[in-house]
């Protein structure tokens, strides 16, 4: 049993590949983690997309069969290369998979990739469950070759993260061996090389579509006449469900589309709905052919579908539910222990706009922190900080600062700094060591020295970086330690020169923060006066205990005291940030 | 195997280890025969949050989500978790839900309680409703992350599989030190309910 993620690992070692790169994003990440684990297999995570596709276009013009992998908006960060590698085409089959997020259970934005295999003019596979995406991964690298072009595979999280039986098979050898042959023609995309490749892509297109007639992951079932649906990935399993007797047209190539197949399927059935997740893209093109058909004024274009949203959309009947129990939301949050606490309860003294990026961290912005105030895209913050800056102008300085994560920076946010250096800009950047890339599971990355595999690697020397790039004051404080860490801060957003205070302590997730013994406190009752000072933290194992005005009294309390703290043994990581907070000296460390 | 499916929701908080305890109950039913899809989230939601798994079992599975109001069992590591895909149980389904109460942000900071009667809530969406201690039965064993396996063993009563499916699957799909506790916790939550509490029945 396997999910979409290990199926793609293991279709791709089935297929022979010899190097895989990646930047970890949900729901892609498994994918390299899987595959790392196959002898023969080269695989590493790249500092971000863009470089793991061109170390994957590197390979396959090295001869041999090459996969980059990355979450929707890793294409954005790699579309540069990729759009240009259509012109190229390849020499080893080239596969770039592209794991969706409808519902956004782990991103910033919903963003539909079907467009870009239209717009970079790549053919794009679509599985439908684990079974296909080991097959389709194969595939992709057969038609990568025959079709000299990169191949898109296109997931969504119910296919990454779904698990199903998935049979396998025997590992292939490589189809030719590796080595560069030099191809001026082919490889270097001067105006007048890829303005003959331009010509080949198009024809290359036209033969695409023409397969795409007959390819066998493009299928009709036929059922019921009465209605014909169209679908493709994970929709096509919650129609199965919603209309076993219903007719089917299943893509499995998303593009190009097969123009006949839909014709055929449309003379065949009364009536055409489309079901497709996000945008309209299958519709368009139906309708584009002038098939009238329904599609989303029947199914929502925003987040994911189930089997009850597709029968209710295309039957128009609500069947009545149970009501949803009201409860207290449980939204994620920072761990117990978990370094960013104490940096952003520190900076939210500061009242300054915090400029936020992608990580863990964002969920500072959450209550009862609350201390984060924009989180647009990998690396955006030191960007967003300095264009704030400039717009402010000099009254504006110290009023916001950049807080980005050592991943996050490493994967885009080093010309950001270089920016502010460059343009005498003076913001002060904030920068999250953790010794991980920690949202998506504890990755490695340059910072951390060890590489994918887990062998011991060159260590980024981050201070050393930023100030290579011209940052005269970079500052590591230790972000448990809040006093000082807000006392560094409150002297570096007053500098009129760029700054970077580097937070330093391990994610409390890392195995080796987990085997190490740790204290665990606790609040002394007879101490607690109920101010709630520990409770602004937001750690999770900090408990309120609301008391009435007679369980009060039987405490001992004042009768106006509503409740006190406890904290919950079984959370505690011993970080020691609550103590300080506590200016009756309530919180101790509990005995054994 | 006959035809028999089934739809299991499973609902915790993260890091209670729900993705763990849908890994050993695929594998069971894997070994059994049967066709198995479950479908669950990473990232994110794991800092916490209120975390789902939707498991589904029969000769052939489509899709890999449960439709709310079709859960056959809904198995809940948290009391409000149930009560928050308590939609999701289909009519005379089965709820396991675990009595450990994990405060949400809003309670642990105080600006609300957590919620009273969350039983009697629960009865009235079914009276086949399970309540067990698996924190309890846990800790007994001083092993605080045993709860899942706890749950599974008390979930175990109302799933169409052998004792023994169970334990090959904990054998495969564990490291091969931490078997032999959660054997034991598997074990001593299948004792928190009373053999004969009915299986589910479709």
């Known amino acids: ?23 970890p994003g949900t729901p892609s990440t498994e994918i ?45 960060v790699a579309a540069d290369p990729i759009f240009t590698a259509s012109y190229t085409g390849v020499r080893g089959g080239l596969v770039i998979v592209t794991a969706d997020d409808p519902e956004l259970h782990s991103s910033q934005n919903e963003q539909d990739n079907r467009h870009y295999a239209v717009a970079a003019k790549i053919p794009m596979l679509e599985p439908s469950d684990s079974f296909e995406a080991k097959e389709f991964t194969r595939l992709a690298f057969e038609l990568s070759e025959r079709f000299d072009t990169p191949v898109f595979l296109r997931t969504t999280t119910r296919i990454s993260h779904a698990k199903g039986v998935v049979p396998l098979g025997e590992p292939s050898g490589p ?12 490889w270097v995309m001067l105006p007048v090389n890829a303005k003959r490749r331009h010509v080949l892509v198009e024809e290359r297109t036209r033969a695409l579509a023409e397969f795409a007639e007959t390819f066998d992951g493009n299928r009709i079932e036929w059922g019921d006449r009465s209605l014909g649906i169209v679908t493709a990935g994970v929709s096509y399993q919650y129609v199965r469900e919603a209309f076993p007797e219903a007719s089917v047209l299943k893509l499995g190539l998303a593009y190009p589309l097969p123009s006949r197949l ?50 209710q959309g295309i039957t128009g009947e609500a069947v009545p539910l149970r009501a949803q129990e009201n409860v207290p939301p449980r939204p994620p949050s920072l761990c117990p222990g978990c370094p960013h606490r104490g940096l952003f309860f520190a900076l939210k003294k500061l009242k300054v706009a915090v400029l936020g990026d992608i990580g863990c961290y964002t969920l500072a912005a959450l209550p009862p922190l609350g201390a984060m105030d924009s989180c647009i895209c990998m690396g955006a913050s030191i960007g967003n900080a300095h264009g704030m800056e400039k717009a402010l102008g000099p009254e504006g300085k110290g009023k916001a600062v950049a807080v980005i994560g050592d991943s996050t920076f490493l994967h885009s946010g080093i010309p950001g700094l270089m920016d502010i250096v460059y343009n005498r800009g003076c913001s002060t950047v904030i920068l999250l060591d953790n010794r991980t890339t920690a949202m998506t599971g504890a990755q490695e990355n340059p910072s951390t020295g060890k590489t994918l595999r887990g062998d011991p690697t060159h260590r980024l020397d981050l201070p050393a970086l930023c100030r290579a790039l011209g940052v005269e004051h970079v500052y590591v404080v230790n972000p448990h330690d809040m006093e000082r860490t807000e006392s560094v801060l409150r002297r570096e957003i007053r500098r009129p020169a760029p700054s970077v205070v580097i937070t330093e302590a391990p994610c409390v997730l890392l195995p080796e923060h987990r085997k190490k013994q740790r204290p665990v406190y606790e609040v002394i009752p007879d101490l607690c006066t109920g101010c709630k000072a520990c409770s602004k933290l937001g750690c999770p194992a900090i408990e309120w205990v609301p008391f009435t005005p007679e369980e009060a009294v039987a405490e001992g309390k004042k009768a106006t005291q509503k409740g006190m703290a406890r904290i919950n043994p079984l959370l505690c990581d011993g970080c020691n940030q609550c103590p300080p907070l506590c200016k009756f000296q309530a919180i101790l460390e509990r005995k054994a | 195997m006959s035809g028999v499916r089934g739809d299991v929701f499973l609902a915790g908080v993260g890091g209670q280890g729900t993705l763990l305890a849908s890994e050993v109950l695929c594998e069971a039913f894997l070994l059994s025969g049967y066709d198995v899809k479950k479908s ?16 589904r079992f029969g000769p052939k599975v489509f899709s890999p989500l449960i439709e709310p109001g079709k859960a056959d069992l809904l198995v809940a590591f948290e009391k409000i978790e149930a009560l928050r895909f308590a939609h999701y149980l289909r009519t005379g389904g089965v709820m396991v839900v675990n009595a450990q109460e994990i405060f949400p942000p809003s309670v642990a900071t105080g600006q609300e309680r957590y919620p009273e009667g969350v039983a009697e809530r629960l009865r009235a969406v079914t009276d086949r409703l399970f309540l067990v201690d698996a ?30 499916a169970y334990e090959e699957a904990l054998e495969n799909r564990l490291p091969a030190g931490i078997v032999a506790v959660n054997t034991r916790a598997f074990r001593a939550g299948r004792a928190l309910i009373p053999p004969g509490a009915g299986a589910l029945a479709r």
């Not at chain 1, 994957?56 to 980059?68: C, D, K, N």
């Not at chain 2, 092993?143 to 749950?151: D, F, I, K, P």
């Open chain 1, 1 to 23: 049993m396997l999910s979409g993620n290990e199926a793609i690992a293991r279709g791709a070692y089935e297929a022979g590949v010899k190097v895989a790169s990646a930047y």
């Open chain 1, 32 to 76: 390299l983690e899987s595959l790392v684990s196959y002898e023969g297999v080269y695989a590493e995570w790249a500092p971000n997309e863009k470089v793991a596709v061109e170390v994957a276009i590197g390979a396959s013009m090295g001869g041999v069969r090459a996969l980059a992998a990355m979450k929707h908006v890793g294409v954005n």
């Open chain 2, 135 to 164: 924190l309890a039965a846990a800790l007994a064993m001083r092993e605080v992350r045993a709860v899942n396996m706890v749950m599974v063993g008390a979930a175990s009563h109302f799933l169409p599989l052998p004792e023994s």
């Open chain 2, 40 to 55: 669950e989230v990473h990232g994110m939601a794991q800092r916490g949050g209120a975390v789902t798994t939707h498991l």
């Open chain 1, 175 to 186: 189809p030719f061996p590796p080595g560069f042959a030099r191809d001026p023609a082919k």
């Open chain 1, 262 to 311: 839909f014709r055929e399927f449309a003379a065949g059935v009364s009536r055409v709905v489309v079901v497709e997740e996000l945008d309209p893209y299958l519709e368009t093109h139906v309708k584009a052919l002038g098939i009238p058909a329904q599609g989303k004024e029947l199914i929502p274009i925003v987040g994911e579908l189930d089997p009850r949203i597709v029968r």
